[in-house]
């Protein structure tokens, strides 16, 4: 069966400071891997997606990338974290358009 | 217009009773559509999903859709309180697209 790691569970990160969070896939291969942000008591909001290594959609523009440099290994990077930064980043990974399944979440608090 | 549209709530309900959540989207060519369920502090969980119109019984949980008219709708029978979450729809077209979501808290 599918499943899907991300680490760290939780981050606590200065204002200015780099961040690099981390999502792997076990079970399944060329999946579709997203990464969304949801803010306290806010809807899902798509950040990346990537339909294969080194293929990277962006869906908003913002302080932040992300690499796959593997076929189940995908990244969300950024040089310098904002306060509004802040908020649960979620992985996803999809074998097509449809269902996504999640993994466990990053809840990240930039002060 | 958002893409897909939920009721933000809360929807409060007493326990035992029927929840009704309702999703309406906006691409007519959406093909696929599904709830998810959110507990707090908690990643989306799929709980169901449906592709023609309908209705489609899980458990206590039934999906109905209706593509003429765009929506689609959740029903959790006999709410416990372990039901109290985010209810997020969503529905394919050329990619998978969420709502905001809907609060529910079932009340003992």
């Known amino acids: 069966s599918q499943t899907i790691h991300q680490w760290p569970a939780t981050l606590v990160q200065p204002v200015g400071s780099p961040l690099s969070l981390e999502c792997t896939v076990e079970g399944t291969s060329n999946p579709n891997l997203y990464w969304y942000r949801q803010a306290a008591g806010r809807g899902l909001q798509l950040l990346f997606y990537s339909v294969g290594i080194g293929q990277i959609s962006s869906e908003v523009p913002q302080n932040l990338s992300a690499s796959r440099p593997q076929d189940r290994q995908f990244i969300l990077s950024s040089k310098k974290l904002l306060l509004s930064d802040s908020g649960f980043y979620l992985c996803?990974?999809?074998?097509?358009?449809?269902?996504?399944?999640f993994g466990p979440g990053t809840r990240l608090t930039v002060l | 217009q958002k893409e897909v549209e939920q009721n933000s709530g809360p929807l409060s309900v007493p326990e035992g009773a029927i929840a009704s959540l309702n999703c309406t989207y906006s691409d007519r060519g959406s093909q696929s559509f599904f709830w998810y369920r959110q507990y707090s502090g908690k990643s989306p969980e799929l709980i169901m999903f449906i592709y023609s119109n309908g209705d489609k019984e899980d458990g206590r949980f039934t999906a109905q859709l209706n593509k003429a008219s765009q929506y689609v709708s959740l029903l959790i029978r006999d709410s416990q309180p372990s039901d109290s979450a985010t209810y997020l729809c969503?529905?394919?077209?050329?990619?998978?697209?969420f709502g905001g979501g809907t609060r529910v808290l079932v009340k003992p």
């Open positions: 996803a990974w999809s074998a097509g358009p449809n269902e996504q399944f």
């Open positions: 969503a529905v394919t077209g050329n990619k998978l697209t």
